[in-house]
């Protein structure tokens, strides 16, 4: 898949996937990033072969991992107590044992939507979808349920669509380099 723009592509290879045995570890009811590193020797005794991360970016005031305040920010929820490192260095130490045990990571990484409290929210409104029929300025996320929409008052979504080429190409490098 190509996208209009040509600033990125998807590629599935469902051949590299047919022996995929995937673990989704909700970080949110798994402790610290060190508890996880400890849940690996398990995960693979269990005949893993990958583990799926939720959202472990910094979310915003609703808690969900799906409604983050920073895009570049691990929460500081998941930092192991006493240790110095900084959160990224401590998320290293868990990607070098799940490498050592031969267990790909993959991160549920969501970049359509942010927390009505996120950094876009604070600094980069113009990055979000405007919402001129309601009062709230921005277009909340949602979904379908049960044959109606259902708004997520926590989300904004992001204007990936905005006329403005020049937005449009800041917003593509911001989310290129995080």
Not at 79 to 105: C, K, M, N, W, Y
Request: with cysteine.
């Amino acid at each position: 898949f190509l996208d209009q723009n040509d600033q990125s592509y998807l590629l599935v290879d469902p051949a590299s996937m047919k022996n995929l045995r995937m673990y989704t570890l909700i970080p949110a009811q798994s402790g610290h990033i060190g508890d996880w590193i400890n849940w690996l020797d398990h995960i693979k005794a269990l005949g893993f072969n990958a583990v799926h991360l939720l959202p472990i970016t910094m979310m915003g005031k609703s808690n969900s991992p799906y409604a983050a305040k920073s895009l570049t920010q691990i929460d500081p929820r998941f930092a192991i107590p006493g240790d110095e490192r900084s959160l990224f260095e401590q998320f290293e130490t868990f990607i070098t044992r799940a490498r050592a045990l031969g267990i790909l990571v993959c991160l549920d990484f969501v970049l359509n939507h942010v927390a009505i409290d996120s950094e876009f929210f604070e600094k980069r409104s113009d990055w979000l979808i405007p919402d001129v029929s309601t009062d709230r300025k921005y277009r909340h996320a949602g979904c379908w349920h049960e044959g109606k929409w259902m708004e997520w008052e926590d989300l904004f979504l992001i204007n990936y669509q905005t006329e403005d080429l020049a937005i449009r190409e800041e917003l593509w490098k911001y989310m290129t380099e995080v």
